[in-house]
């Protein structure tokens, strides 16, 4: 089992050494045409130079713990379509350092994954909608085809919630107009408001199912087991990839410190629920998310890798 993180890598005292530069729309806009392509070129390569070091701190580390999630901003502006001119001069000059990426993690067995954010609904009733979000996921798509992925299926794992009106029919249309690759890569994940596990397993012919625990908890008030027969669906969606599950508990101080929470004697509104914590404080739900050892787990969790490393830490102890 493998256990990732998500986005920012941690030092021991929470610091970010390998940050992501990110400048706004606003900012880019208002610059000249040589200025930009500066501006560009410079977060780009900035960034993709971080990415490597954290390639290199999860290297020193046990086989276990190399898997992450990349941040999307990792070409900072790309579905800005002011910005797209720019990235056609300059996003040749990148591909060194791309290639350098994608063998180090591969070199290293670093699995890796992508997130789009909550604006890319492929399901949406508002065709303008689906059109930004293909672009976006075309985009996390080139950025991993450039590191020298989606040439297998699950190669790499761009993930997206199947959020909008159009449910499942929404979605199937919009992934048939996805690249070959993309449609290699893409997951779809259940979620805490719109989407049921049930719901989104209508998908599993199309891509691989991503099973977040903490999502379908807060939708059900079920802790569903490794022994649920959704799961093996899920199982049979990766097509003998091992499969991801996400796993987030709610903050500290809303459920107990042990045992199974109830929603019902909490009283709380699930948009309360939904956030997560810093850290994995209660061991009766680590157990629960370390039974499901036919998974690797995405640690989606505030303290990032320093939680995750808890996680670890108490899971090695267990055995």
Not at 159 to 188: D, E, K, Y
Not at 262 to 283: C, P, T
Request: proline share 5%; glycine share 4%; hydrophobic share 40%.
């Amino acid at each position: 089992m493998k256990l990732g993180f998500a986005c920012k890598f941690l030092t021991p005292d929470a610091q970010q050494p390998y940050p992501f530069k990110s400048p706004t729309r606003k900012r880019f806009l208002g610059l000249s045409d040589e200025e930009r392509v500066k501006l560009v070129y410079d977060c780009a390569t900035f960034n993709l130079t971080n990415l490597l070091a954290v390639f290199e701190q999860l290297a020193r580390l046990p086989d276990a713990l190399r898997m992450m999630r990349i941040g999307s901003d990792l070409l900072p502006l790309y579905t800005v379509p002011e910005a797209a001119v720019v990235y056609r001069e300059c996003l040749p000059d990148l591909y060194a350092l791309f290639d350098a990426c994608g063998a180090s993690a591969r070199r290293h067995n670093i699995r890796l994954s992508f997130h789009p954010g909550q604006y890319s609904v492929l399901a949406s009733d508002n065709p303008d909608v689906v059109d930004r979000a293909l672009e976006d996921v075309e985009y996390h798509a080139l950025c991993a085809t450039l590191m020298g992925y989606g040439k297998t299926f699950q190669d790499f794992k761009i993930n997206v919630h199947m959020n909008g009106r159009r449910g499942f029919a929404g979605f199937q249309a919009a992934f048939s107009r996805l690249s070959p690759q993309a449609r290699m890569m893409l997951t779809v994940e259940n979620d805490e408001i719109s989407c049921s596990l049930d719901e989104v397993l209508q998908a599993q012919k199309l891509c691989p199912v991503v099973l977040d625990i903490h999502h379908h908890w807060v939708k059900e008030n079920a802790f569903i087991r490794p022994d649920d027969e959704r799961i093996a669906q899920i199982k049979a969606s990766w097509r003998d990839v091992r499969p991801v599950l996400h796993y987030s508990i709610s903050q500290e101080g809303l459920i107990p410190p042990q045992g199974f929470p109830d929603q019902e004697r909490l009283g709380l509104a699930k948009s309360k629920l939904r956030a997560h914590s810093d850290y994995y404080f209660n061991d009766t739900l680590n157990d629960w998310a370390l039974s499901f050892d036919e998974f690797d787990i995405m640690c989606e969790v505030k303290m990032k890798n320093l939680a995750r490393d808890r996680l670890y830490h108490y899971a090695t102890k267990r055995c």
